[in-house]
């Protein structure tokens, strides 16, 4: 590994670790389609956790979008380190404004091409939408800190629930229905590949070292020359733009918009994926929003006991990892390969250990039964 002269930062080169995360991107792509998407699914899937395949692949859909829910709410929680309690309005608006999208070309779409390339266009369009709510809701909001800023993201949450049911053009409180679904599980994680991309390269450029400087040390920040009003506004419109995106999915799985789904609870469990997974963890967040999704489904057998065995298991979690499943820790592909040899070694070394003491016990048991029997 190379040094700089006057640095004891490492010099890697740019071009292998790209290389190696786009082979692993278009791994996890093909066998998200084998397992999933392909025709012959079906018939070489084998159930997992009890559920059948038409559940695993719902579970799929719902993972894919609660993933980008999860890890956008961990942009301005974890990294900016703002409490946030209405994100689910944020998902609301860009979800219903790529759902209006959707219904009004919902003619036109003659096939799953068609349908694919008008799921691009309302997810552009809900990330504008919710985006632009973002900012004009940040531009108040983020000069306050702490308790307040939660009561005011708090209260933006619960006024855009009341406007969605009062509005006609959203459906009403009846919600907004006949939104064409798209059932392309692997566009959903090509998707969903392509958001935590761009948020883990934002969080390794300059601007993200911003964001993590402002997180330590609000002050301190400001007085070496950083932007902190600008940066957290930028941050805040950016993590509602991807949570728009995250309801534009939602709303073309479910064919269906309700205003009371997106209430204060479902953004309190946004916020517990992300306290669970590690605030400033992307990747414990990804891990989170999985297990959190395929638990309570896997409890069903437990019946009307199923919340309360799951929460349980929350606070278990907690209690042993208080810092989060993961804390802060980012998994690396190229920091997996790298170590991967040394990690080998290492499970081969115990391995022979291991054999060998149980060959030491035998010998030394054999040892001593012939000790007896000249005795």
Request: aromatic share 10%; glycine share 10%; charged share 15%.
């Amino acid at each position: 590994m190379q040094r700089s002269n006057n640095s004891l930062v490492p010099l890697y080169s740019r071009k292998k670790p790209y290389l190696i995360n786009l082979i692993s991107c278009v791994l996890l792509l093909v066998l998200v389609w084998i397992t999933l998407g392909a025709d012959f699914s079906k018939s070489i899937y084998v159930n997992i956790l009890g559920l059948n395949f038409r559940q695993m692949e719902g579970l799929a859909f719902i993972i894919c979008y609660t993933i980008i829910l999860a890890v956008s709410l961990n942009l301005s929680t974890g990294c900016l380190g703002e409490l946030v309690l209405g994100h689910a309005g944020f998902m609301a608006i860009g979800g219903y404004a790529g759902a209006i999208f959707l219904k009004a070309v919902s003619s036109s779409i003659t096939s799953e091409a068609i349908n694919n390339l008008y799921t691009v266009i309302a997810l552009l369009i809900g990330f504008v939408f919710a985006g632009i709510a973002g900012f004009l809701v940040g531009i108040p909001a983020l000069r306050l800190r702490g308790d307040y800023l939660a009561i005011i993201t708090l209260g933006f949450g619960q006024i855009i629930v009341k406007l969605l049911e009062l509005f006609k053009f959203t459906g009403g409180a009846s919600g907004l229905t006949k939104i064409p679904k798209n059932q392309n599980i692997v566009l959903y994680v090509l998707i969903v590949i392509i958001v935590v991309l761009i948020i883990f390269t934002l969080m390794r450029s300059r601007f993200g070292r911003m964001i993590l400087a402002i997180r330590d040390d609000n002050i301190a920040s400001e007085a070496c020359g950083i932007p902190v009003t600008k940066c957290k506004i930028a941050t805040f419109a950016l993590s509602a733009a991807l949570a728009g995106i995250g309801g534009v999915l939602f709303a073309q799985y479910n064919g269906v918009l309700l205003p009371s789904k997106f209430s204060f609870n479902y953004s309190i469990d946004l916020l517990v994926i992300v306290v669970l997974g590690g605030l400033g963890s992307f990747t414990g967040s990804i891990v989170s929003a999985t297990i959190l999704t395929i638990i309570p489904e896997s409890l069903r057998f437990f019946s009307d006991y199923r919340i309360i065995v799951y929460s349980v298991i929350l606070i278990i979690i907690m209690i042993t990892r208080p810092s989060g499943l993961l804390g802060r820790y980012e998994f690396s592909m190229t920091r997996f390969i790298k170590m991967l040899p040394k990690r080998v070694k290492n499970i081969s070394k115990k391995i022979a250990m291991f054999i060998k003491g149980i060959f030491k016990r035998k010998s030394s048991n054999n040892s001593k039964n012939g000790g007896n029997e000249y005795e």
